[in-house]
Nanobody, 127 residues
Framework: EVQLVESGGGLVQAGGSLRLSCAAS????????MGWFRQDPGKDREGVSF????????YYADSVKGRFTISRDNAKNTVYLQMNSLKVEDTGIYYC????????????????????WGQGTQVTVSS
């Protein structure tokens, strides 16, 4: 069974940092494009950052460039999102997604159903 489990969310003051983790099971994470969406109730999901299958190319939304870093540990089958200089507008529920063989940019552009989604982790940035 393909499964993603997120962790690392929480409450932090503006300017602070958090690191999100997305642990994959049931598949080899390096064969999949993986990454993070952000969504609030009643709003469309926003692609935040992705890492491509195989080549490890990365994609960042303009709003997080220079502040967030995505990485993958193949030995742990886990993808991380290091979030620095957090802003109030970064607040939301962060979901991890994975899709076989998809590139980083492909993950950002894809509007279909991903092969796997996590349960979401809440990030709240206070002013």
């Amino acid at each position: 069974e393909v499964q993603l489990v997120e962790s690392g969310g929480g409450l932090v003051q503006a300017g602070g940092s958090l690191r999100l983790s997305c642990a994959a099971s049931g598949f080899a994470s390096d064969a999949y494009g993986m990454g993070w969406f952000r969504q609030d109730p009643g709003k469309d999901r926003e692609g935040v950052s992705f890492i491509g299958a195989g080549d490890g190319n990365t994609y960042y939304a303009d709003s997080v460039k220079g502040r967030f870093t995505i990485s993958r540990d193949n030995a742990k089958n886990t993808v991380y999102l290091q979030m620095n200089s957090l802003k109030v507008e970064d607040t939301g529920i962060y979901y991890c997604a994975a899709d076989r063989s998809r590139s980083a940019r492909g993950m950002a552009l894809f509007r279909g159903l991903f092969e796997a989604w996590g349960q979401g982790t809440q990030v709240t940035v206070s002013s």
